[in-house]
Each structure stands twice: as structure tokens, then as C-alpha cells.
């Protein structure tokens, strides 16, 4: 099964995935993460993805859509796996599931959407002292954000399968609700609202 993490910089959805996964057995998937697996396995997309980024250019999405969907095609029977920084757009998410298809278990089953108010997420920005991380660049940042998210939201929503989940509270609340969403999921498919 997969979940979808969702949630603007610097909600803690890569925080919350690690420590899911590691509490769990449930396996957790940053893009980055995925990147450097299939470079480093000196597969078919991992050199394209090399050649691409030693250029210093973007990934394309079809690239990334192709690395996903590579690895979505592995699931193991009964595996979650949490998807953190993929899809970031309607048309991702779209060609993500065009590409699963019909294959067992790696179907998105729960997107969560963390979310935490603007001043929440540019305090907690700030305090990672990075250089490019200016008042103003967050701002734009999460209002850019937003533009691409919205709609994928709004999916999501359409087809039953989000939750929010308030991410302004502290570590261990949130992630019992990430853990507790999951696990109802997998034992009730249903029970996504």
C-alpha cells in the first residue's frame, strides 16, 4: 500500500516518514533517497538521472514519475510504503497512477496532509539557519507551494483517500496519528474519510 505525505516546507513530513518506517517495518521513500538507489544500483533510469543532474539540472517528471513507478512496481505483499516529496503536482500524481495501473497493493490507498499555519512553518524554516532561507524566500516558497498543491489536494479529497493531520503540535502526537491512519487503513480500507 501506498501513503502519500503531503504538506508544505517545513511541516516535519520527512521526520514523521523516518521515524513511521523505523517504528513500523513500513518502508519510507524521499525522492532524493530514490534517486541516489537507482544511481547507485547503476540501473537504466539511475544513469539517465546521473547524467541529468551532473549537468546541475532538474530531474524531468517523467523521469521521476519512471523511478517511482519502478519502485512502486517491487512492493512486497502486505509492504506500506510512504511516499515523502512525490507527487508534487496533479500531473505526477496522475501518471503515477496511470503507471501502477492495476498492480496489486501499489495503488495510493492515503495521501496525509500535514498542515501547520504559515507562521508556524516560517519559524521553523528559519531555524535550520540556512542562507537562502529568508523571510521572503519562504513566503514564496510555501505560496508556490500552495499553487501546485492545491489541486492535488483537491484529488485526493475527491477520491477519498485524504486526511489532515495539524502538524503544529508536537513530534509524538503527530506521528501517533500517521501511525493510527495507516494502520486503520490496512486493516479497513473503508475507513478513509
Known amino acids: ?16 516518514a523516518k521515524l513511521a ?19 547507485g ?8 538521472a546521473d547524467a541529468v543532474m551532473k549537468r ?9 514519475v519512471d ?3 519502478g519502485r512502486v512496481a517491487r512492493l512486497a505483499p502486505g509492504e506500506v510504503l510512504l511516499l515523502d516529496g512525490f507527487p508534487r503536482s496533479l500531473p505526477q500524481a496522475q501518471a503515477l ?18 498542515t501547520a499555519p504559515d507562521r508556524v512553518l516560517t519559524e521553523r524554516l528559519l531555524g535550520r539557519g540556512r542562507a537562502d532561507d ?6 514564496r516558497r510555501l505560496a508556490v507551494y500552495r499553487e501546485t498543491t492545491e489541486p492535488l ?18 513530534i509524538e502526537e503527530i506521528q501517533k496519528d500517521l501511525i493510527r491512519s495507516v494502520r486503520e487503513l490496512r486493516t479497513d480500507p473503508s475507513s478513509v474519510s
Open 134 to 139: 529568508t523571510r521572503e524566500v519562504i513566503a
Open 21 to 39: 518506517a523505523e517504528r513500523n517495518g513500513w518502508t519510507h521513500l524521499s525522492t532524493g533517497d530514490l534517486l541516489r538507489d537507482e544511481v
Open 97 to 114: 497512477e496511470a503507471r501502477a495501473g492495476g498492480q496489486r497493493g501499489a495503488r495510493v490507498g492515503l495521501a496525509l496532509y500535514f
Open 56 to 64: 546541475g539540472e532538474l530531474v524531468s517528471d517523467q523521469l521521476m
Open 67 to 69: 523511478l517511482v513507478a
Open 1 to 16: 500500500m501506498i501513503a502519500i505525505l503531503l504538506g508544505a516546507p517545513g511541516v516535519g513530513k520527512g521526520t514523521q
Open 41 to 48: 544500483r547503476g540501473t537504466e533510469l539511475g544513469r539517465q
Open 153 to 170: 489536494v483537491a484529488h485526493y479529497r475527491a477520491r477519498g483517500v485524504l486526511r489532515e493531520i495539524p502538524a503544529d503540535r508536537a
